[in-house]
C-alpha cells in the first residue's frame, strides 16, 4: 500500500525562506529611508542657517542706518549716509579729538598719496614765504623791544601794546615820566618814503590827548641782530617828518633823556590804566580787518 510523502517540512522551509526575503528586502528600504531622511534634515538645517544669517545682517543693517524715531512714529526714517572723514579728521580723531564712537565708526585710515608729493613750483610759494618770514621777523623784533621796555617802572610809565589808530597799528605807545611815545621795532633799515608814516600816527595819538602840549616822539627801533648798539640819532630829509632811529641796547635811555617837561605824573599813569580797563555800556570798538603798518 503505497505511502504518500510528508510535504510539511517542504512548505515550512519555502515560507521561511519567503519571510527572510521579505525581512531584508524592508530592512533596505528603511535603510534608505532612513539615509534620504538624514540628507532632507542636513539640507533643511543649512537653508535655516543661512536664513538665519542673512535676517541678522539686514537687522545690523537696519540698526546701523536707521535714524532714531519717536515712540508714535509708525516706522523708521533711514539716515543720510555719514561723510567719510578727512584725513585731518582721522588724525584729530585718532589723537583724542573725536568721541570713542566716532573713532570707531570712521575709517582712519584716509590719507591722499598725493598729498605727500611736490605739487607746486618754488616760484608760487616763494612770494608768500617771504612775507611769513617777515611777519615772523617782526614778531621777534617787538618781543625784543617789549623785553628791553618792561625795564620801565610800572608805577610810572604806561606801555600800551598793538594800539590801532584809524586802522593803523602802533606797536608801542608810551606814556610816563618824560613824555608821550609812539615805538616800531623794525626789522632792518629804516626806508625814506616810510618816514612820514609813523609821524602821522604820532599826530594822530596826540590828538588822542587833548590838552596835551607835548610832542608824542617816534622812535623807531632797531631789534634784531648787531645793530642793537647803534646810538639814537634824527632821521629826516628836509622839509619832511623824521625819526629817531636807535639800537634797542639804547632804547630806555633814549627815553630818560627827554627831561620832565611833558611828563605824566604816576598818578595820571593810574587814571590812564583805569580807565582803559573800564568797562562801557553797549557792545565793543570794532577792530578793523585790515591793519597795515610800515615793516
Known amino acids: 500500500m503505497p505511502i504518500a510523502a510528508d510535504t510539511t517540512g517542504g512548505h515550512s522551509t ?9 525581512l531584508l528586502l524592508a530592512l533596505a528600504g528603511a535603510r534608505t529611508l532612513l539615509c534620504a531622511a538624514t ?13 538665519h544669517r542673512r535676517a541678522r ?3 545690523r543693517e537696519r540698526t546701523h542706518t536707521a535714524a532714531p524715531t519717536a515712540p508714535d512714529t509708525p516706522g523708521p526714517t533711514t539716515a ?6 578727512t584725513a585731518h579728521q582721522s588724525r584729530h580723531a585718532a589723537s583724542g579729538g573725536g568721541d570713542a564712537s566716532a573713532l570707531r565708526a570712521w575709517n582712519l585710515d ?42 620801565l617802572p610800572s608805577e610810572g610809565w604806561y606801555i600800551g601794546r598793538y594800539v590801532l589808530m584809524d586802522s593803523h597799528r602802533i606797536p608801542f605807545v608810551i606814556l610816563g615820566e618824560t613824555g608821550a611815545f609812539a615805538i616800531w621795532a623794525l626789522t632792518g ?29 617816534v622812535g623807531l627801533c632797531r631789534a634784531l641782530g648787531q645793530t642793537a648798539g647803534i646810538a639814537p ?19 630806555i635811555r633814549w627815553i630818560e633823556h627827554f627831561g620832565p617837561q611833558h611828563a605824566f605824573g604816576a598818578g595820571d599813569i593810574q587814571r590812564l590804566r583805569a580807565l582803559a580797563d573800564r568797562r562801557r555800556d553797549g557792545p565793543p570798538p570794532r577792530v578793523p580787518d585790515v591793519v597795515p603798518d610800515i615793516d
Open 233 to 251: 640819532r634824527w632821521w629826516c630829509r628836509p622839509g619832511e617828518p623824521g625819526a629817531w632811529v636807535m639800537g634797542r641796547e639804547w632804547l
Open 189 to 217: 633799515p629804516p626806508v625814506w618814503d616810510e618816514l612820514p608814516f609813523p609821524s602821522e600816527m604820532a599826530d594822530r595819538v596826540k590828538g588822542k590827548l587833548p590838552g596835551y602840549t607835548g610832542p608824542v616822539q
Open 80 to 85: 543720510p549716509p555719514a561723510p567719510r572723514p
Open 57 to 59: 545682517s539686514r537687522q
Open 39 to 51: 540628507r532632507l534634515a542636513h539640507h533643511t538645517k543649512r537653508a535655516l542657517s543661512a536664513r
Open 110 to 151: 584716509t590719507s591722499t598719496p598725493g598729498n605727500r608729493s611736490v605739487r607746486r613750483s618754488p616760484e608760487t610759494l616763494e612770494p608768500l614765504a617771504d612775507s611769513l618770514r617777515s611777519a615772523h621777523l617782526r614778531m621777534i623784533a617787538e618781543a625784543h623791544v617789549a623785553q628791553t621796555l618792561a625795564a
Open 14 to 22: 519555502t515560507h521561511l525562506l519567503l519571510g527572510l526575503a521579505v
